[in-house]
C-alpha cells in the first residue's frame, strides 16, 4: 500500500482525523506500507521527524521523495545540479556538485520562484544542460487552507520558453511508483495507492500498472475531480480511514477467492 502525506495523512502540522490510528490498523495486519511524496519543500529528516511528532513512525526506507530520485538520476548520469528548489532542500542535495555536466533541477522554490532564479535556469537550459522536474503538481494545498501554484506551473514556464521537456521524478511518473514498490517485492498490481491528488496520485498510479488508486475528499480534493482524469480512481472514500476501510475488505475477499491484493 502506498500512501501520499499532505491532504491524506496530515494537513500542515495536523493529522486528518483518523489517519493515524488507520495507520496502526493496517500495519497491524502486517500489510507493507511505503509513503510516497510530491513535497519538495522539506528535507527527509524533517517529514520523518514531523510524522514521529504525531505519532507515526516511518523509517528511513518507508519514505520516496522526488528528492532522493533525484539525487539517485544525478549520480547515475554524472550530472552536477543547477538548483531551482526550496532553500530548505538544498542539503538533500550535498554529495553530487562533482558531475561533468549541469542537471537544471526544478521543485517547489516558493518564494525564490522569481524572474531572476527562473530566467538563470532558463540560460543553464538553452546552453545545454539536462532539465530535472521533481514534480509537475499543479496546485498544492497551502497553510492557509487555499489553494497554491505548485512546482508544475514554473516547469511548464521552463519548459514553453527553452523548448525541452523535463524528466520528471515524482508523482506521475511510473518510476517513481515502481521504485516505491521495488523494495517489497510487490508486482504493481498487487499494490493500492492512495491520495488526494487524482492526476498525480491516482491516474498516475493506475497508468503505472498499480491494481487500485483511491481517491480521498480530504486534502487538495475539489468536487468533481474524480471525473476530471483518466483513468478514473478505483474508488472515492471520505479519508484515509475510509480508505484502510475499503482496502482491509477488499483483501479479505480476494483471499476468499484465492487471489492477492
Known amino acids: 500500500m502506498l500512501l501520499d502525506l499532505l491532504g491524506v495523512v496530515y494537513d500542515g502540522d495536523t493529522p486528518v482525523p483518523g489517519a493515524v490510528a488507520a495507520i496502526e490498523r493496517l500495519r497491524n495486519t502486517g500489510l507493507p506500507l511505503r509513503f510516497v511524496s510530491n513535497t519538495t519543500r522539506s528535507p527527509r529528516k ?9 505519532g507515526i513512525g516511518v523509517g528511513d526506507e518507508e519514505l520516496l521523495t522526488p528528492a ?8 547515475k548520469h ?3 545540479p543547477h538548483l531551482l528548489v526550496h532553500p530548505d532542500l538544498e542539503t538533500e542535495f ?3 556538485e562533482d558531475g561533468s555536466d549541469k542537471a537544471v533541477v526544478v521543485g517547489d522554490a516558493g518564494e525564490a520562484f522569481n524572474h531572476a532564479s527562473l530566467n538563470r535556469a532558463f540560460r543553464e537550459l538553452i546552453a545545454g544542460a539536462d532539465f530535472v522536474a521533481l514534480a509537475v503538481n499543479r496546485t498544492f494545498k497551502d497553510a492557509d ?4 501554484l505548485d512546482t508544475g506551473a514554473f516547469v511548464a514556464a521552463l519548459e514553453f520558453a527553452s523548448g525541452r521537456s523535463p524528466v520528471v521524478l ?7 511508483f515502481l521504485s516505491a514498490l521495488a523494495g517489497l517485492r510487490c508486482p504493481p498490481a498487487d499494490a493500492v495507492m492512495v491520495g488526494d491528488d487524482a492526476e498525480s496520485d491516482v491516474a498516475g498510479a493506475l497508468h503505472a500498472g498499480l491494481g487500485a488508486a483511491l481517491l480521498v475528499r480530504t486534502g487538495k480534493y475539489r468536487p468533481g475531480d474524480e471525473t476530471r482524469f483518466d483513468p478514473a480512481p478505483t ?4 479519508d484515509l480511514a ?6 482491509l475488505k477488499a483483501r479479505r475477499a480476494e483471499a476468499d477467492s484465492g487471489d492477492a491484493l
Not at 145 to 148: F, N, Q, V
Not at 235 to 238: E, F, Q, S
Open 68 to 75: 532522493r530520485a533525484a539525487v539517485e538520476w544525478l549520480r
Open 78 to 80: 554524472g550530472r552536477r
Open 170 to 176: 515524482g508523482k506521475p511518473s511510473p518510476d517513481f
Open 46 to 54: 524533517r517529514i520523518i521527524a514531523q510524522l514521529a511528532s504525531m
Open 145 to 148: 487552507g487555499l489553494l497554491s
Open 235 to 238: 474508488a472515492v472514500v471520505d
Open 242 to 247: 475510509a480508505a484502510a476501510d475499503w482496502i
Open 94 to 96: 550535498s554529495g553530487v
